[in-house]
């Protein structure tokens, strides 16, 4: 297995990057910005490729000899009104085309909770949610191997909470730490019951601490 990233430079991209290194995984780092990326990630295991979902050119060579891709790419608050479409769906289709020319073996998109929800507040942020469901529903019918991870709010922070996992359109609140949003990510890639489906992932305390094994196949 040899893994792409994209979006490696962002916050929950770089925590995938390092969960896939934990697995002694080797990764291509997909960047815009090679001086950012600079000391951001093991040289020995993480081959640095500067590129742009919004190119489709440049993802040819970048996912390169890859097998698995994980996406973790995202638009950030702007004024530009056009951030969410070209970077949401846009840069998500293009990374599934050429995904699929490519004929890698299984996509992983993080997506976000509540992006069937069309009046939730996020959709403010130049209808973010909506082009993510578009780009989901792209995904699916792409004939890929997939899995949609879809997390509730992110946070920097650590906690040993267990990871709450259900179907799409079951959770609607929460949080959950984006290195558990990673683990749950490159886990998809080695279970076969995280093949072809939407999960929705939140951490709560009290919860039962299942495997994420278990997580996937209670997910019908």
């Known amino acids: 297995m ?10 929950t991209g770089r925590r995938i990057v390092q969960a896939l290194c934990q697995r002694q995984i080797p990764v291509r780092a997909m ?3 090679l001086e950012k990326a600079k000391g ?14 919004l190119d489709p050119k440049t993802l040819v060579d970048c996912i390169g000899d890859s097998t698995v891709v994980l996406c973790a790419t995202g638009a950030t608050p702007s ?8 970077v949401d769906y846009e840069g998500t289709k293009n990374l599934v085309n050429v995904s699929k020319d490519k004929g890698i073996e299984h996509l992983v998109l993080v997506s976000s909770l509540c992006v069937s929800q069309f009046f939730h507040p996020l959709n403010l942020f130049w209808l973010i949610l909506l082009w993510k469901k578009q780009a989901e529903e792209y995904l699916q019918n792409s004939g890929l191997t997939y899995t949609i991870v879809r997390p509730g709010g992110l946070k920097n922070e650590e ?3 267990p990871i709450v996992m ?7 609140d929460g ?6 949003v990673a683990e749950v990510s490159v886990e998809a890639l ?10 929705e992932v939140v951490s709560k305390p009290g919860e039962p601490q299942n495997s994420l094994p278990q997580l996937f196949a209670s997910v019908l």
Request: avoid cysteine; charge should be negative.
């Open 79 to 86: 004024f530009d009104f056009t951030g969410p479409y070209r």
């Open 159 to 161: 906690t040993d909470y």
């Open 175 to 180: 949080s959950i730490p984006r290195t558990q």
């Open 2 to 11: 040899k893994a792409f990233v994209a979006g490696a430079t962002g916050q």
């Open 40 to 53: 951001m990630f093991p040289a020995d295991q993480v081959e640095i490729v500067v590129g742009d979902v």
């Open 31 to 33: 960047v815009r910005d």
């Open 166 to 172: 259900a179907g799409p359109d079951t959770l609607f």
């Open 190 to 199: 080695f279970v076969p019951e995280a093949r072809n489906k939407i999960v």
